[in-house]
């Protein structure tokens, strides 16, 4: 019973192509994040949404468009894939006010 | 912004021995500090985490200190076993709803 699932776990494709990578949580949680992790390991945020409204968008590509649906939900869409963009995506939640993310799996992504 | 440095970013010793992984942070209104590891392939997991109003927090073989004034937090882990080799995070952040800025991250390799 996955608290915080990510789909796909992998996902290999060219450059150019659009994708998305899809999160659901069913913690009851109201805010959710995207953070990217690089080849060096490091944890960046992207996007953060609180009960379905974006929250902070930080230094990103407008190519990265985030949707929420519901507050369960929030979906990556990536646009004109580059090299670049190869890294681990991860999505987490965290009860409004409340301390102590919960992640998911994350979705190792390849630009070849 | 919220600027967390995290030393050293490699540590090996030897099983049974004790490991301590520091970091400072920027900004003075940060209040939640939290401790995550990642182990190969997973996603990171909260282990501990400390807030503002405590100086310490102690579960087990781990604990966590923290020194408001100096803007540095540390954790400490005790009688190292081989499982405890992974990638440690440290984080800050300033409310429950900013999101959580990571160190670079320390790889811990425990010797047995």
């Known amino acids: 019973d996955t608290a915080v699932s990510q789909t796909p776990k992998y996902l290999v494709t060219q450059m150019g192509n659009d994708k998305s990578i899809k999160c659901e949580q069913n913690l009851g949680h109201d805010t959710m994040y995207w953070y990217k992790q690089d080849s060096k390991k490091f944890l960046k945020i992207m996007f953060s949404?609180?009960?379905?409204?974006?929250?902070i968008n930080e230094t990103v590509p407008n190519r990265f468009s985030p949707k929420s649906p519901d507050k369960a939900h929030l979906n990556l869409h990536i646009n004109s894939l580059e090299l670049g963009d190869s890294a681990v995506y991860f999505c987490?939640?965290?009860?409004?006010?409340?301390?102590?993310?919960?992640f998911g799996s994350g979705t190792r992504l390849t630009v070849v | 912004g919220e600027n967390v440095e995290q030393h050293p970013s490699t540590l090996s010793v030897q099983e049974g021995d004790s490991a301590v992984i520091k970091c400072t942070y920027s900004?003075?209104?940060?209040?939640?500090f939290p401790w995550y590891k990642q182990e190969l392939g997973k996603r990171p997991q909260l282990i501990i985490d400390?807030?503002?109003?405590?100086g310490e927090k102690k579960d087990q073989r781990i604990a966590v200190t923290l020194n408001k004034t100096a803007k540095h937090f540390s954790l400490h882990i005790t009688e190292t076993q081989p499982e405890d080799s992974a990638v440690y995070f440290c984080?800050?952040?300033?409310?429950?709803?900013?999101?959580?800025?990571f160190g670079k991250g320390t790889r811990l390799s425990v010797i047995a």
């Open positions: 987490a939640s965290t009860p409004y006010g409340g301390y102590g993310y919960t």
């Open positions: 900004d003075s209104a940060s209040n939640y």
């Open positions: 949404y609180n009960n379905k409204e974006l929250i």
């Open positions: 984080a800050a952040s300033s409310t429950g709803n900013t999101p959580l800025v």
């Open positions: 400390i807030r503002s109003n405590v």
